[in-house]
T-cell receptor, first 113, second 117 residues
Framework: SAVISQKPSRDICQRGTSLTIQCQVD?????MFWYRQQPGQSLTLIAT?????????ESGFVIDKFPISRPNLTFSTLTVSNMSPEDSSIYLC??????????FGPGTRLLVL | AQSVSQHNHHVILSEAASLELGCNYS??????LFWYVQYPGQHLQLLLK??????LVKGIKGFEAEFIKSKFSFNLRKPSVQWSDTAEYFC???????????????FGKGTLLTVNP
């Protein structure tokens, strides 16, 4: 399995600002994903980070709000833009060897005031 | 769209009790099924998975799950729980579509298991 790290591990941000979350993997992977886990809710897929092309967003998530970069096969960033308190959540990066199996990072706990 | 239901939000057991956590999914096609676990302060990690073959699959730490296709269920079981099994458990489904995009995981809301010593 891959070892995944995320930065920052947690942050408290002001409304209207943006936060960029980094995800680093210890090996090259094809599939990288970003999830959100809101309090008391399940994990929801935000987008698939594609290396060398634009991310593929799930219904309800847009690039202007959650821009994603994937410059290489071991790294990705997710930006939460123009934040509001509703964006308070845990953001998780995961990688997949395929067939649905995924390995998850430790998550970034975000609180927006 | 596919969905996953976990019937129990919070389960409290004593050590040595038997465990069964329910999971039902809604999707008519081919699926892969997973249970993930998140121990306190740790990453979400894979507990077990079902792709095909024997519908009774065994995972780490003595856990097993049974896929019953007719009931769209994939319940997690353990005959005797330990205090260290205290964690949150998530059921997830990965479905295949005609476009071949088989990577997407749909998660249930999770079940918090508390095992009292």
């Amino acid at each position: 399995s891959a070892v995944i790290s995320q930065k920052p591990s947690r942050d408290i941000c002001q409304r209207g600002t943006s936060l960029t979350i980094q995800c680093q993997v210890d090996s090259q992977v094809t599939m990288m994903f970003w999830y959100r886990q809101q309090p008391g809710q399940s994990l929801t897929l935000i987008a698939t980070a594609n290396q060398g092309s634009e991310a593929t967003y799930e219904s309800g998530f847009v690039i202007d709000k959650f821009p994603i970069s994937r410059p290489n096969l071991t790294f990705s960033t997710l930006t939460v833009s123009n934040m509001s308190p509703e964006d308070s959540s845990i953001y998780l990066c995961s990688v997949g060897p395929g067939m649905g199996t995924q390995y998850f990072g430790p998550g970034t706990r975000l609180l927006v005031l | 769209a596919q969905s996953v239901s976990q019937h129990n939000h919070h389960v409290i057991l004593s050590e040595a009790a038997s465990l069964e956590l329910g999971c039902n999914y809604s999707y008519g096609g081919t699926v892969n099924l997973f249970w993930y676990v998140q121990y306190p302060g740790q990453h979400l990690q894979l507990l077990l998975k079902y792709f095909s073959g024997d519908p009774l699959v065994k995972g780490i730490k003595g856990f097993e799950a049974e896929f019953i296709k007719s009931k769209f269920s994939f319940n997690l079981r353990k005959p005797s729980v330990q205090w260290s099994d205290t964690a949150e458990y998530f059921c997830a489904v990965n479905s295949f579509n005609s476009g071949g995009s088989n990577y997407k995981l749909t998660f249930g809301k999770g079940t918090l298991l508390t095992v009292n010593p």
